[in-house]
């Protein structure tokens, strides 16, 4: 792995493998911070930025925000003293462009990733959560309506917070993003091999089980 104190991972898969869910979890249990791109345009939607409103007509499509804005933005975050000592990254990087930079960021951190976790889940089952997909508005949490229900419908069980069903989880932008991310996304699984970084974790079963897998997968990569 990298620098002894840090510890930066990627969490790579597709839209709707869990890589949110997953990244919240490590983040309590590994006490460092969650960096999801995808959250950082949503907030900076809600707060009505000009990266905000930038992002909006890229997403809404399904498309990827240019790769430019978004490193520039993750680079931001990532100089953020709460990030000092690693980060988990969710939804980055999604191109080799993005990888590349993330690399040389890193490095001028003095240091590195420490493993790339890849959640391998087929198509089917990626469609299937992202329907059933809902969102806190409040505090973020994921739930699902038959894998991870609330324990009252549309009320989060932290915060009591309203659940919402993202905008871009349209049948048509669920599609879209899949394909998007076949061709972009899916070609850093060889990149990531071929530097030694990559650990596939099977994304098919429940959300425990999952993590069980990326602990250990965690773990091992810090031998
Ligand atoms: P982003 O927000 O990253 O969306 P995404 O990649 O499409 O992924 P999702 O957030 O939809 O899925 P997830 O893997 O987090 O799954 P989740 O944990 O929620 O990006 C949105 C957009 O922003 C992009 O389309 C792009 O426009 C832009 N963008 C973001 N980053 C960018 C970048 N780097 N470059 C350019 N553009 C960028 O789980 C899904 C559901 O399944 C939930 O309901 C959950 O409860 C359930 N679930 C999770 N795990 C399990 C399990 N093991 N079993 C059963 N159910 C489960
Ligand atoms: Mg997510
Ligand atoms: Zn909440």
Request: glycine residues 10%; negative net charge.
């Given at each position: 792995m990298g620098n002894m104190n840090t510890l930066y991972l990627v969490l790579l898969g597709g839209p709707g493998?869990?890589?949110?869910t997953q990244a919240d979890r490590l983040a309590e249990h590994l006490g460092i911070p969650h960096v999801s791109t995808g959250d950082l345009f949503r907030d900076n939607l809600k707060r009505q930025t000009e990266l905000g409103l930038l992002a909006k007509g890229y997403m809404d499509r399904g498309e990827l925000v240019p790769d430019e804005v978004t490193v520039s933005m993750l680079r931001q975050r990532l100089l953020q003293p709460d990030c000092a000592g690693g980060a988990i990254l969710d939804g980055f990087p999604r191109t080799e462009?993005?990888?590349?930079?993330?690399?040389?960021?890193?490095?001028?951190?003095?240091?590195?990733?420490a493993a790339v976790l890849y959640i391998k889940v087929p198509d089917d089952i990626l469609l299937a959560r992202l329907s059933g997909r809902w969102t806190c508005k409040a505090c973020g949490t994921m739930y699902h309506q038959l894998?991870?229900?609330?324990?009252?419908?549309g009320v989060c069980?932290?915060?009591?917070?309203?659940?919402?069903?993202?905008?871009?989880?349209?049948?048509?932008?669920?599609e879209r993003r899949i394909k998007v991310y076949l061709a972009e996304t899916a070609p850093l699984i060889g990149y990531y091999g071929n530097r030694g970084l990559l650990v596939e974790v099977d994304g098919r079963p429940g959300i425990e089980e999952v993590q069980d897998q990326l602990l250990a997968a965690i773990e091992a990569s810090a031998q």
């Open positions: 493998a869990g890589k949110g462009a993005q990888a590349d930079a993330l690399e040389q960021l890193l490095a001028d951190l003095g240091s590195r990733l894998y991870s229900p609330p324990q009252q419908a069980d932290k915060c009591g917070g309203e659940l919402y069903q993202r905008p871009d989880d349209t049948p048509a932008t669920q």
